[in-house]
């Protein structure tokens, strides 16, 4: 497990573009019922400026249903922040870092193998509470322009805060098309009582909603583990949704706030 640099992260870059070719549907984005899919890209939303979202990383990995890919968080040298459910099999998991287009080989790119992937003890997939994994490199990521960490919230966010999100994922709300170049989407957060009103069985004090109740806009398959930044703060995680884009039904997010201490413990002991 090692960092794939120069002409090796060239061959890479190649081969998982032909691999996202053939599992351009696999994006991680299970489903709940039919109701409740997990969520990874971004419905009308903007091509970030190049450079501007440097914590935000590419997970390509396996898992017993095939090939896979998810967002997630850089947070320290060491470490990434994503969704439980992006959890592939050992020693599949590629962390593609300083990445904006996924076609193109910029000079940018870092890919790190993951050494580690530790869910949260209590995840429950049937209702995506506690959808938290931490991801440990196999080396430490090299700080520069295009990869550095994004900080940890020191507080909760509060209702009608303006955050970005940002992936990769699908475009459209019929049929599929992947994002290539990274996409991001200005959005607030929405109450609590609308959230729970929006999901009444599945909504738990670990969750929080972003994105707009008229629907139009929002995340969508393919950018699962991605980040929401409220103030230059990580206080997101993609996790799920009703479809992508519908109106009444905004994304869910993992409430990072509420794991500050299990974080900081898990990276102490590992």
């Known amino acids: 497990m090692y960092n794939l640099g120069d002409t090796s992260s060239l061959k890479m870059k190649l081969f998982l573009l032909l691999v996202l070719a053939a599992w ?8 709940k019922v039919e109701k409740v899919e997990n969520v990874n ?11 501007s ?37 050992p020693g599949t998991m590629v962390v593609r870092l300083g990445e904006h287009i996924l076609s193109a080989n910029e000079g940018t790119e870092q890919f790190i193998y993951a050494a580690k992937q530790i869910r949260h003890p209590n995840y429950n997939p049937q209702v995506f ?18 990869v550095y960490p994004i900080p940890l919230p020191s507080s909760c966010v509060a209702t ?20 290539n170049a990274l996409q991001c989407l200005n959005q607030p957060i929405i109450s609590t009582a609308d959230c729970q009103h929006a999901y009444p069985y599945d909504y738990t004090n670990n969750m929080m909603c972003s994105g707009f109740m008229q629907g139009g806009q929002s995340t969508c398959q393919g950018d699962s583990g991605g980040p929401l930044v409220c103030n230059r703060q990580l206080q997101g995680i993609v996790s799920w949704a009703y479809k992508c884009a519908l109106k009444g039904y905004p994304t869910v997010y993992t409430k990072v706030c509420n794991y500050n201490a299990w974080i900081n413990q898990i990276m102490s002991n590992n």
């Open 24 to 31: 351009h549907q696999a994006a991680a984005y299970p489903t």
């Open 41 to 51: 890209d971004i419905i009308n939303g903007y091509s970030c400026a190049y450079g």
């Open 53 to 89: 979202i440097p914590w935000q990383v590419f997970l390509t990995y396996k898992t017993d249903k095939g090939d896979h890919f998810c967002g997630g968080s850089l947070i320290n040298q060491w470490w990434i922040l994503s969704a439980a459910h992006c959890q592939g099999i």
């Open 129 to 146: 509470d506690n959808d938290i994994m931490l991801i440990k490199l196999a080396q430490a990521a090299q700080y520069n322009q295009y």
């Open 160 to 179: 009608g805060t303006w955050c970005t999100v940002s992936g990769w994922g699908n475009m459209v709300t019929n049929g599929v098309v992947n994002a």
